[in-house]
């Protein structure tokens, strides 16, 4: 739900082709559309009955999906987009029964009367209570009323809406007007929605000092709501300014937002919180003032997430979400493609994935590669498209991280941005010291063929661990950096548990050259043009100073091979017959520290 003043639903027409659906090769049979996802009927055709649930919502995912407050129609998103509007599907059958598991098939009220008799409690879905003995006391305070004189609504969601207020007592919040979302208690009908509702204030009240962050001020309740205050932006939704700009950015203002977007996402990644539903709308400016802070809001589907954690729930916005989350396996990644999502919106006007039915959306993101050719593409620069192809790749491992992104030089280049720490050095930084002696050398390797480019963020990340005045960093630098801005989330997140791990493996101190060897995605790299020459540069390099005769039951050991894969067929091409040294593709697939969990049986 947004926090803006809200406008009558429209229409507009973005710049770009539109990418047609006719014959496309994602889209099924029509019958089988039909069946999967019958359509919305046209507005001014005979109303048709609405499906069983309560509340039908035509979105195409689950998990609570909430609409703008500048549109407060489900549709907002297909409607306000498109070239031509189409009216959107209505939601797949397994979708629909996960949203009723989600936030309860049925009302309290409507259960009781019809069942006569109580179900048993086998019969009852997990999550789900029927609405009875639910505790839904949040332990908020109950002084709303006596704190803020509520004003206009201005937002209205799926499950809730939002009012525009202003506090009775003045100078205590130092602003002249709030706005409150109104959270009826009596849509929270199973213990997962009332977890989601306490999950959203305890995020929001944990993340804060950011400046692209929407600020939260307090949450209440009384016996029919939770109310929880925030600030009121008055200067629209992204998607809205995107819109009264012919449906595009230009590079250098595309720049300007997304250097806000990231900036505000690597803080969350950062506390250990994954948001879910980032898409234009849940962007709003503090004011109309071309150049006012853009802010992130709705954390509604957001989620705490330790770096080595995936989650498997189903929520977002067809449109923005990345294939990882259709299989059910993502983390802070899946933020990165929706921005990348964003990105090319910003820049050419369109979307990247399109067609006419959800499933058909589905099958685009998991499928179809978004098309470079068409204008405006050729006419913007290599930078430009080349971040947003890196935000855009269907494997999650190979993704900028929110940090990496703002070092990306179509951002640095042309702005002081502050990069942040990023949690994926943790990571590297761990598998590195847990590494053999043979995969260092070539991990040393690969990092001498980095470019001063490639160099400046891991530069950015050594400087922020606050290395000594020799130059060295201890294991213990990793600790006290990451607690220098520690907070409340990230022991929500577990994010304090990753690092104290982390620090506690006994390891020399690193000089920026081996923090560089220990810091490196072999993923992210791999997604580089140049890949191919850093691999051939690296594997010189390797060969020259860390190569050496090994024989296959040793690399096997090396790698953690079980004793039933068949290391002689499996390893042959590894190792070169002519001198028993490890082949370039042996040497790639040491990079990678390959186990025999991704290596396939002979």
Partial sequence: MGLC??????????????????GDEYEEEEEEDEERNPKIPDPDAPPRSKPSIPFYIPSPLPGSYKSSPANPSATSTPLRILKRPFPPPSPAKHIRALLARRRGAVKPNAAAAAAPAPAPASAIPEGEEAGLGLDKCFGFSRQLFAMYELGEEVGRGHFGYTCAAKPKKKGELQVEEVAIKVIPKAK????????????????????????????????????????????????????????????????????????QILSVVAFCHLHGVVHRDLKPENFLFTSKDETS??????????????PDERLNDIVGSAYYVAPEVLHRSYGT?????????????????????????????????LKAEPSFEEAPWPSLSAEAKDFVKRLLNKDYRKRMTASQALSHPWIRNSREVKIPLDIIVYRMMRAYICSSSLRKAALRALAKTLTASQLSYLRDQFGLLGPNKSGFISIQNLKTAFLKSSTETMKDSGVLDFVNMVSSLHYRRLDFKEFVASAISVYQMEALETWEQHAHRAYEFFDRDGNRPIMI???????????????????????????????LLGFIKLLHGVSSRSIPKA
Wanted: hydrophobic share 40%.
């Fill in 293 to 306: 802070t853009l802010k992130a809001i709705d954390f509604g589907l957001s989620d705490f997430v330790k």
């Fill in 333 to 365: 990644e899946a933020d990165m493609w929706s921005i990348g999502v964003i990105a090319y919106i910003l820049l050419c006007g369109s979307r990247p994935f399109w067609a006419r039915t959800e499933s058909g959306i589905f099958r685009a993101v």
């Fill in 188 to 259: 929270m009908t199973t213990v997962i929605a009332i977890e989601d509702v306490r999950r959203e204030v305890r995020i929001l009240s944990s993340l804060t000092g950011h400046q692209n962050l929407v600020r939260f001020y307090d949450a209440y309740e009384d016996e029919e709501n939770v109310y929880v205050v925030m600030e009121l932006c008055k200067g629209g939704e992204l998607l809205d300014r995107i819109l009264s700009r012919g449906g595009k950015y230009s590079e250098e203002d595309a720049k300007v937002v997304m250097a």
């Fill in 5 to 22: 003043h809200g406008k009558p639903p429209q229409s507009p027409k973005l710049e770009g082709k539109e990418e047609e659906d006719e």
């Fill in 553 to 583: 039951e040793e690399l096997a050991s090396e790698l953690g091979l079980s004793p039933s894969v068949p290391v002689h067929v499996v390893l042959k091409d590894w190792i070169k017959h002519s001198d028993g040294k490890l082949s």
